[in-house]
């Protein structure tokens, strides 16, 4: 069974910048799609950013390329989601997530699709 502990978060102004980590542990198989997806109050869970473990291709969101990187220490199953240029409509909960095999370009939002997820840790961006 995944297990994903998720650390990082805070209270930041407009412009700020914030990184979040997510360490993975329990893999079965070599490749696996992990990452970030945030949900604010009375919104959907929206995917931030995912990379496949594997090859290293990463995914991002439209509404933070430019701004969020995400990294991955592969020897500790970890990944590091870097935001930079924060603005207020980032708030949200932001939930480490991860599945088997590959994200896939059409499938890495689908919420669905992901096994295992972490407990959750706020992002505030006031202006």
């Known amino acids: 069974q995944v297990h994903l502990v998720e650390s990082g978060g805070g209270s930041v102004q407009a412009g700020g910048s914030l990184k979040l980590s997510c360490a993975a542990s329990g893999y079965t198989y070599r490749d696996n799609c992990l990452g970030w997806f945030r949900q604010a109050p009375g919104k959907e869970r929206e995917g931030v950013a995912v990379i496949d473990t594997g090859d290293g291709d990463t995914y991002y969101a439209d509404s933070v390329k430019g701004r969020f990187t995400l990294s991955l220490d592969n020897a500790k199953n970890t990944v590091v989601l870097q935001m930079t240029s924060l603005k207020p409509e980032d708030t949200a909960l932001y939930y480490c997530?991860?599945?088997?095999?590959?994200?896939?370009?059409?499938?890495?939002?689908?919420?669905?699709?992901?096994?295992?997820w972490g407990q959750g840790t706020q992002v505030t961006v006031s202006s």
């Open positions: 997530a991860s599945k088997h095999f590959n994200c896939m370009p059409r499938r890495w939002r689908t919420t669905g699709d992901y096994g295992a």
